[in-house]
């Protein structure tokens, strides 16, 4: 098969999409998290913890929602309608570090479970750490001059 005719293939059996319909849906289902998350919060804060605590609470919750709903292959569903709108929230981190994990845990527990948990989010956490440290020196450096 010629690339040209695999190409003439993959356009006559590829799906377009609306992207206008898309950027809704997107917008709707991560709005949705988004106040989700915004009425995890307040619950908390009408307990009594403060505002801190609560914003602390309410991200662990919706990390534990997103690994929880990966593990049960519903946040896969979620995302098929939702597109980027659910890889903007704190729960598409946690759907991107456990759905790996969750793949291969067949593997076993060091091959497969904790060797693929870092597949996708490792450069991000390697590079917010990088990132981290330079600001750090730069903030450090600024304070020395500037006394």
Known sequence: MTNE???RLVK???QNSDAKRDCLKAFLIGGLICMIGQAIL???GSLGFDKKTSATLCSVTLIGA????TALHRYERIAKHGGAGTLVPITGFANAMSS???E???EGLITGLAAKMFV???PVLVYGTAAAVVYG???WAVSLITG
Request: charged fraction near 20%; proline fraction near 4%.
């Open 66 to 69: 997103g690994v929880l709903l």
């Open 100 to 102: 790996p994990a969750i």
């Open 12 to 14: 006559k059996r590829s």
């Open 42 to 44: 307040e619950i908390y």
């Open 104 to 106: 291969f845990r067949t």
């Open 5 to 7: 005719r695999y190409a």
């Open 137 to 139: 020196a730069i903030y």
């Open 120 to 122: 996708i989010t490792g």
